[in-house]
């Protein structure tokens, strides 16, 4: 699921001022389940305090499943999610601070 308020205008522009930074983190809690993790993201602009946001179930075998596994599905549609910004507002230059912890991965 993901949400994008004003169809992303405010964070394409955004990007384009280099002003958007963007927050995944990856879950997995092997204790309560070995078949499940997830994933979210956050783009937020500094300027106006616009923000777009998703959350997404982490694909994979059970043998797949795992904390690295679930930090990158955040990195990857935090990424898929700028990219579709930028294709819908035609951003052909810009600026994006992204930031992970990636503590259980390590």
């Known amino acids: 699921h993901s949400e994008f308020p004003d169809d992303g205008r405010e964070i394409a522009q955004g990007i384009r001022n280099g002003t958007v930074i963007g927050v995944s983190d990856g879950s997995y809690m092997e204790e309560r389940s070995k078949e499940h993790a997830a994933a979210a993201w956050v783009l937020e602009c500094q300027e106006t305090g616009s923000t777009c946001w998703g959350t997404l179930p982490v694909p994979g075998e059970i043998d797949d ?29 810009g600026d994006v601070k992204l930031f992970v912890d990636n503590k259980k991965a390590g």
């Open 65 to 93: 499943i795992n904390p690295y596994r679930a930090e990158l599905f955040g990195i990857l549609a935090m990424r898929t999610a700028i990219e579709i910004l930028q294709e819908r507002w035609k951003v052909e230059a």
